[in-house]
């Protein structure tokens, strides 16, 4: 997805300064016990941190970063103009405070305008009672037996397919990891919660990436409106291919309710058997959650596929972007592998064409130092790199700092997650051993301090999924091959991050 906005939003920015300036002049600044917040390095006067957010994601998420190396976890106020006062926050006493009080601080109007588009009524921009259905729907759907059915059959099965793939490759041929990985996830995805067969290359699933993409870039682009009026014909466009596809999502979901009823398709095996009768569940339940409104099943519909997919396969792309510079963690990966098969008396099949093993036997259980590897990928490169909630009412966050009704509260995964007071010394380091006790147990981290799922009432529904997939795709693809860079990645080359 783009990651950098075009000369044209600079162009704007004289335009707009006045606007800057009137917005600006109406603030009154945030306390903390009295005491004005200090500012961030790079404040400017008059458009305070607004040049920060029109940067290209990379320098944003870098100076997040600078912030936090040279204030700790000191809160410190974030001045953009057009939005109301906020704060940045790095403490993860105010996290708890914010995960604790759903209601305090929601997305507000700031977020859902810019997400409406896309996600519509979709669980992550809905409140209250929508909300809820939703997300009860969407624990059905999650829920332990259809996790093994996942990590049993459909997972295995996608797996064995990427691998057949990845062997019929010529020697010297360049593979993209983040399409295979995105490939296993969209086909998983599209089986298990809409019963339909997903591809990652269908014009759908393109359409979905730019749009996404766009969608995100608002959330740094004060003036989107404005540009997109100019620009933005494509993410129009896009839009509506994905609104048709969700539509369809949800006429195919009918039409299967009316003749599972009548005629159960044959079955080739107890396996197939046993993924196709759970096949379409979150679709069903939010169908029956929400009977009266196609187009809000749709956005329901669409919101998972993002929050499912995407997040997933950018995570265990990280995750191979990170191991190309540390073998030595690729081979202590392999002999996790070797352990257990042994462990499991599973047979290890050199012979065969595609997966040398039964991936199922791998489990956060039984894999947990993978597991480990897949926590580290995800506390340097969380998927989704920062947060913006605004607080409902007003109220004072564990360290004093008072906040005024509608102010903006900002967090930064990127950089607290890189923070030396948590993490210690060697934050930037990718060192998944300190994961790990000395009895190779995985150790749990709180949501305040490792806030990649999001903590409280909203925390994330398909963590245990995520983590099954990973401890399976982790391992196999780390089995079979070695991998290098193409000496593209300064700038992140090709490797998303929204
Ligand atoms: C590594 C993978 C994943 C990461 C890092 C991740 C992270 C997150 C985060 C940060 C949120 C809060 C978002 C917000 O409200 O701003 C969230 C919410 C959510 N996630 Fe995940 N997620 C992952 C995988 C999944 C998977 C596989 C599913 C399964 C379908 C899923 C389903 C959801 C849902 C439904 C919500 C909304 C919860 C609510 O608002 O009540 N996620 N996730
Ligand atoms: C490691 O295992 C030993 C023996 O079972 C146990 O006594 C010890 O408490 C364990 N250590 C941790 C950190 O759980």
Redesign the pocket.
């Known amino acids: 997805m783009g990651l950098f906005l075009g000369s044209a939003h600079y162009l704007l920015a004289g335009v707009v300064f006045a606007l800057l300036v009137r917005a600006l002049l109406g603030k009154k600044a945030i306390r903390r016990n009295g005491e004005p917040l200090r500012n961030p390095p790079d404040t400017l006067p008059l458009v305070g941190n607004g040049i920060q957010f029109l940067q290209p994601r990379w320098n944003l998420l870098s100076w997040f970063n600078k912030c936090q190396r040279q204030f700790g976890y000191e809160t410190l106020a974030l001045t953009v103009p057009t939005l109301p006062p906020g704060v940045l926050i790095h403490d993860p006493k105010n996290l708890d405070y914010v995960f604790k009080h759903e209601g305090l601080f929601t997305?507000g109007n700031f977020v859902k305008t810019r997400s409406w588009d896309l996600f519509g009524n979709g669980?992550?921009n809905a409140d209250g009672a929508f909300?809820k259905l939703q997300?009860k729907a969407?624990l059905s759907f999650?829920n332990t037996a259809n996790l093994r059915v996942l990590t049993d059959v459909a997972l295995p099965q996608y797996l064995s397919e990427s691998v057949k793939e990845l062997e019929a490759a010529k020697p010297d041929q360049v593979v993209d990891l983040q399409d295979v990985f995105h490939e296993i996830t969209t086909k998983l995805?599209g089986k298990m919660?809409y019963n339909m067969e997903m591809h990652f290359s269908s014009p759908f699933s393109s359409s979905f990436d730019h749009a996404s993409g766009c969608t995100a870039q608002r959330f740094q682009n004060p003036l989107y409106p404005l540009t997109e009026f100019f620009f933005g014909h494509k993410f129009r466009q896009s839009i509506s291919t994905v609104k048709k596809f969700g539509l369809e999502i949800v006429s195919r979901a009918m039409r299967d309710a009316k003749s599972i009823s009548s005629s159960p398709p044959p079955s080739t095996s107890p396996d197939d058997e046993k993924l196709d009768s759970i096949s379409g569940s979150l679709i069903h339940s939010l169908l029956s959650a929400i009977p009266d409104s196609p187009s809000t099943v749709a956005d329901a519909a669409l919101?998972?596929l993002s929050?499912?997919r995407d997040?997933?396969g950018q995570?265990l792309t990280w995750t191979f972007y990170l191991l190309l510079s540390h073998p030595e963690v690729l081979s202590k990966i392999r002999d996790e592998v070797r352990g257990v098969l042994a462990r499991e008396q599973a047979p290890l099949d050199t012979t065969s064409s595609s997966l040398p093993f039964s991936p199922a036997v791998l489990t956060p259980l039984s894999a947990p130092y993978s597991l480990a590897v897949f926590y580290e990928s995800?506390r340097l490169y969380?998927?989704?790199p920062f947060?913006i909630r605004q607080a409902q009412a007003a109220t004072t966050l564990p360290d004093g700092t008072f906040l005024p009704k509608d102010s903006v509260l900002v967090w930064c995964l990127w950089a607290m997650q890189r923070s030396r007071l948590t993490w210690g010394e060697d934050a930037d380091q990718f060192r998944p051993e300190r994961w790990l006790d000395e009895n190779g147990t995985i150790k749990h981290k709180g949501a305040a301090e490792f806030?990649?799922?999001?903590g409280g009432?909203?925390?994330?529904?398909?963590?245990k999924?995520?983590e099954g997939?990973?401890v399976q795709v982790i391992p196999v693809v780390a089995w079979g091959w070695e991998f290098e860079g193409l000496g593209k990645e300064d700038k992140r080359g090709g490797v998303g991050i929204a």
């Open positions: 997305k669980i992550i909300w997300r969407g999650l995805m919660a919101t998972y929050a499912g997040t997933t995570a995800l969380p998927p989704i947060e806030p990649v799922f999001y009432a909203r925390s994330c529904l398909g963590r999924m995520a997939i990973a």
